[in-house]
Nanobody, 114 residues
Framework: VQLVESGGGLVQPGGSLRLSCVVS????????MSWFRQAPGKEREPVAC????????VFQDSVKGRFTISRGNAQNTVYLQMNRLKPEDTAVYYC????????WGQGTQVTVSS
């Protein structure tokens, strides 16, 4: 399995980013998918999950109402729309199967700063 994340960057507080993750090597539509993040000096944590059927779960209270996870099965891609970004959202963002049991990709850096 290969995971390729993209879409990160430097954004001012209050701004938006849309992350993408292309998954190859597996039948993407059969798996629940999650986004995770790892801030400097902290452990990686799950952010949100999208199920095979398209339902979503947001794990972090701090991002509820601001982040939206979705998927495109035809594109083998999972997305994370991030709005009203805050400095505390700064982290490397990764996608993986729901419980993170695949080898990790390189992630995409999100930096929220003025």
């Amino acid at each position: 399995v290969q995971l390729v994340e993209s879409g990160g960057g430097l954004v001012q507080p209050g701004g938006s980013l849309r992350l993408s993750c292309v998954v190859s090597g597996v039948t993407f539509s059969k798996f629940d998918m999650s986004w995770f993040r790892q801030a400097p000096g902290k452990e990686r944590e799950p952010v949100a999950c999208v199920t095979k059927g398209g339902g979503s779960i947001v794990f972090q209270d701090s991002v509820k109402g601001r982040f939206t996870i979705s998927r495109g099965n035809a594109q083998n891609t999972v997305y994370l729309q991030m709005n009203r970004l805050k400095p505390e959202d700064t982290a490397v963002y990764y996608c993986n199967a729901r419980f993170g049991f695949w080898p990790w990709g390189q992630g995409t850096q999100v930096t929220v700063s003025s």
